[in-house]
C-alpha cells in the first residue's frame, strides 16, 4: 500500500508544471517596484482566479521616495505628499489571455480593469514562470477616469497617472 501511495505521488509531483495562470482557484502574489512622474515605489498584487481566464483581486502601491519639489514645502500644502497623497489601493479585474494566445504554457499576458482609491483605470501586465511557484511580472498602469478632474495640484497626481511596475511573482 506504501510503494502505491508513493508511485501515485510521484505521478502527481510529475505532472506539475509551471503554468502563469491555471484558471479557477489559481492564486498569485505579485511585488515589485512601482514607477511614475515624480515618485518611486513598491508594488503589491493579488489575483485569484474565478474562472478559465477570469481573475479578480486588490493592488496596492505606496510611494517611497517623491520628487524634492513635492516635500517639505512651508506655507504651501498643495505641494506635499502626504500619506494619503502617496498610498493607492485597487481593487482589479483580468482577463487572463496566456492559455488564448498560446505561446508558452509559463507565460500570461493579462488586460484588465481597476477601480481605485484615486480613479478608474486599466492595466495591461505579462507574467513568466520560471518554476511552479516563482516568475516575474510586468505591468503598464493608466488612469481613464480620475475622480477629481479640476487642476489636480502635484501631490494629487501621484498614483493618478501613467506608471510602470515590474517584479517578482508567485503562485500561492
Known sequence: ????????????????????????????FQVGANIQ???????????F??????SFGLSSIYLLSVNSALQNNDGNDDLNA????RFDLRARFNANL?????????????????LGLKNFGGHLGVRYFFSDGFGVYSELNTPFAKYKNDNLTPAEKLNNQFSVSFGASFNI
Open 1 to 28: 500500500m506504501k510503494k502505491l501511495i508513493l508511485i501515485a505521488a510521484l505521478i502527481n509531483v510529475s505532472l506539475v508544471s509551471g503554468q502563469a495562470f491555471t484558471g479557477n482557484g489559481d492564486k498569485k
Open 37 to 47: 512622474n515624480n515618485g518611486t515605489g513598491i508594488s503589491a498584487t493579488y489575483d
Open 49 to 54: 482566479g474565478a474562472g478559465e481566464n477570469i
Open 82 to 85: 502626504d500619506i494619503t497623497d
Open 98 to 114: 496566456g492559455s488564448v494566445i498560446n505561446i508558452d504554457d509559463n507565460l500570461d499576458v493579462y488586460p484588465g480593469l481597476s
